[in-house]
Antibody, heavy 122, light 110 residues
């Protein structure tokens, strides 16, 4: 079964940094683009970032561009999200999600991890 | 990139059909057939129920169907059941930033 498990969330002060990880299993990791999607408390879903299977190409939402960096280790089947200069509005559950299909663009997200909560507060 | 527009809430009685709209622009919904829909129960991760406008992943009930006309996509749930009570989100590929989600719709089964 295709499976994703996030870790690394927690409480961080404004201006601080945090790195999230997403461990993948059950599928050929390098064959799929990966995404980060977040959901602020009581709010909707927001696509944050994407990374191609090779790790060569990345794209970001305007709200995180220049502050967040997505990367992957295909030898260990792990996706990362480095978050710098965090703001209160970055408080959210962060999900990693695989492109549903191997084509580009994948066009949909499945599976999803269970999410990890990031809280930015002093 | 503004979120796609969905109604905040839709309700229906068991057995009825309901439709959720997802309004975008020619740069997203209207320009590409990469529209997907997600079901999210409270405290759970979203679940893919429709991809490429109208295709269902394996294991998803055929009570869920998707369509698109112009810049607006739609999700129809037929034979509404209590378990369908959840939040639903549309998503589209966009030429602007790659992907954009809808504002979300809360479905209530009366």
């Amino acid at each position: 079964e295709d499976y994703l498990l996030e870790s690394g969330g927690g409480l961080v002060q404004p201006g601080g940094s945090l790195r999230l990880s997403c461990a993948a299993s059950g599928f050929t990791f390098i064959s799929y683009a990966m995404n980060w999607v977040r959901q602020a408390p009581g709010r909707g879903l927001e696509w944050v970032a994407a990374l191609t299977g090779s790790g060569r190409y990345t794209l970001y939402a305007d709200s995180v561009k220049g502050r967040f960096t997505v990367s992957r280790d295909n030898s260990k089947n792990i996706l990362f999200l480095q978050m710098n200069n965090l703001r209160a509005e970055d408080t959210a559950v962060y999900y990693c999600a695989r492109d549903f299909l191997t084509r580009a663009p994948g066009g949909a997200f499945d599976p999803w991890g269970q999410g990890t909560l990031v809280t930015v507060s002093s | 990139q503004s979120a796609l527009t969905q109604p905040a809430s839709v309700s229906g009685s068991p057995g009825q059909s309901i439709t959720i709209s997802c309004a975008g622009t020619s740069s997203d919904v209207g320009g590409y057939d990469f529209v997907s829909w997600y079901q999210q129960h409270p405290g759970k991760a979203p679940k893919l129920i429709i991809y490429d406008v109208s295709n269902r992943p394996s294991g998803v009930s055929d009570r869920f169907s998707g369509s698109k006309s112009g810049n607006t996509a739609s999700l129809t749930i037929s034979g509404l059941q209590a378990e369908d009570e959840a939040d639903y989100y549309c998503n589209s590929y966009t030429s602007r930033t790659l992907y954009v989600f809808g504002t979300g719709t809360k479905v209530t089964v009366l």
